[in-house]
């Protein structure tokens, strides 16, 4: 599985921005998929996951209420809609997928090169 994210750049705080990550493939609509983001000199840290299904999501506490995930399984592709960003979401972000579609963590199987978000005070 290839996954592809794009979307990112720079924003001013306030602002919003979506990200979108392709995936290759015919089983997408099986995997649980998720965000992860890495700034620079702190770990990578999960943001955000949806089930295979999208009937279950999960949040990090700091991006609740400003961030969405959602997906279309017709097009293999999960969204990451992101409102009210603040500087200290600048990151890396990163998609993943598990091929277990209700797990959520750190141990996905497929990650995606990343895009970079860049929120100004």
């Known amino acids: 599985v290839q996954l592809q994210a794009s979307g990112g750049g720079l924003v001013q705080a306030g602002g919003s921005l979506r990200l979108s990550c392709g995936a290759s493939g015919r089983a997408f609509s099986r995997y649980s998929m998720g965000w992860f983001r890495q700034a620079p000199g702190k770990e990578r840290e999960f943001v955000t996951a949806?089930?295979?299904?999208?009937?279950?999501?999960k949040y990090l506490d700091s991006v609740k209420g400003r961030f969405t995930i959602s997906r279309e399984n017709a097009k293999n592709t999960v969204y990451l809609q992101m409102n009210s960003l603040k500087p200290e979401d600048t990151a890396v972000y990163y998609c993943?997928?598990?091929?277990?579609?209700?797990?959520?963590?750190?141990?996905?199987?497929?990650w995606g090169k990343g895009t970079q978000v860049t929120v100004s005070s």
């Open positions: 949806i089930n295979w299904n999208g009937g279950v999501t």
């Open positions: 993943a997928a598990a091929e277990n579609g209700n797990y959520y963590g750190y141990a996905m199987d497929y």
